[in-house]
């Protein structure tokens, strides 16, 4: 299983955007890569996934080089209620995901 | 629709003493599993089943078993359980990994 490594913190003020990278310098072809959210309290939730270039969705892009050891999450004009948890992750198929600490975000008004 | 549903929220245990998480969903996906969290930890995989009629180990599946008891459900059962088991429990299906709400067990 790949092992990611990610910051394990970032602040942001309102409006500002954020990225946080994440490195995977072992990813597997089969591989994708999936970021997640996870308030307090509550389960974590998908945000998005890619395998390789760029996919962008009503609530995140995330960009992949072309030897996607690396990827980053791009939250566009964060505000107060983007404050969470993101876990980076890369998996294949239904092979189990594996969680590390995330990066907490907190954005400041 | 309610998604991936936990049963119970909240549970409270003597050490030693017994109980079975359940886990149903209604999306139809053949993956379903079962992690816990720690306080300020990440989330750690205790057993997953890839479709009905198999499960497998995790990282952490020492106290635990698990019962996929058709497409739908998904049980999680500490036989004895001990405070080191005090965690939330999340269950999550599919591909891209729905999770419940999550049970907060607490053991003394």
């Known amino acids: 299983l790949a092992k990611t490594t990610q910051p394990i913190s970032m602040d942001s003020y309102e409006g500002q955007e954020v990225n946080i990278t994440c490195s995977h310098n072992?990813?597997?072809?089969?591989?994708?890569i999936t970021w997640y959210q996870q308030f307090p309290s509550q389960g974590p939730r998908f945000i998005i996934q890619?395998?390789?270039t760029k996919v962008t969705n009503e609530v995140a892009s995330l960009f992949i080089p072309a030897d996607r050891k690396s990827s980053t999450l791009s939250l566009p004009r964060v505000s107060l209620s983007d404050t969470a948890v993101y876990y980076c992750l890369v998996h294949s198929g239904n092979t189990p995901l594996v969680f590390g600490k995330g990066t907490r975000l907190s954005v400041i008004a | 629709n309610a998604g991936v549903t936990q049963t119970p929220k909240f549970q409270v245990l003597k050490t030693g003493q017994s109980m079975t998480l359940q886990c149903a969903q209604d999306?139809?996906?053949?993956?379903m599993y079962w992690y816990r969290q720690d306080p300020g930890m990440g989330l750690r995989l205790i057993y997953y089943?890839?479709?009905?009629?198999?499960?497998d180990k995790g990282e952490v599946p020492n106290g635990y078993n698990v019962s996929r008891l058709n497409k739908r459900e998904f049980s999680l059962r500490l036989e004895s359980a001990a405070p080191s088991q005090t965690s939330v429990y999340f269950c999550a299906t599919g591909y891209e990994q729905y999770f419940g709400p999550g049970t907060r067990l607490t053991v003394t």
């Open positions: 890619g395998y390789k």
């Open positions: 072992n990813i597997a072809t089969n591989d994708y």
């Open positions: 089943s890839a479709s009905e009629g198999t499960t």
């Open positions: 999306m139809n996906h053949n993956s």
